[in-house]
Nanobody, 114 residues
């Protein structure tokens, strides 16, 4: 399984970004997959993910602002991020869990300026 994340960048407070994660290998619709983030000096944390199929889970801090979606034809998972805040600044990682195995893509940096 390979995961390729893109779409990070610098944005002002209140702005929006859309992250993409292209997935190759694995079972796209059955495996749990989604986004985590790690801010400087903090542990990696869940942002949003699909728990197999279309059931989703979001961190409380992003509910109502972020939306996870996927394109089956392109084997791609998206994270639409709106009303970004400085606390959202982090490296965002795409993740897929297949059984007991967890795969990570290289992160993409999101910086929100105040």
């Amino acid at each position: 399984v390979q995961l390729q994340a893109s779409g990070g960048g610098l944005v002002q407070t209140g702005g929006s970004l859309r992250l993409s994660c292209a997935v190759s290998g694995g079972i796209f619709n059955l495996n749990a997959m989604g986004w985590f983030r790690q801010a400087p000096g903090k542990q990696r944390e869940l942002v949003a993910r699909f728990l197999g199929g279309d059931h989703t889970e979001y961190a409380d801090s992003v509910k109502g602002r972020f939306t996870i979606s996927k394109d089956y034809a392109k084997n791609t998972v998206f994270l639409e991020m709106n009303n970004l805040q400085p606390d959202d600044t982090a490296v965002y990682y795409c993740n897929e869990v297949a059984g007991i195995l967890s795969y990570w893509g290289k992160g993409t940096l999101v910086t929100v300026s105040s």
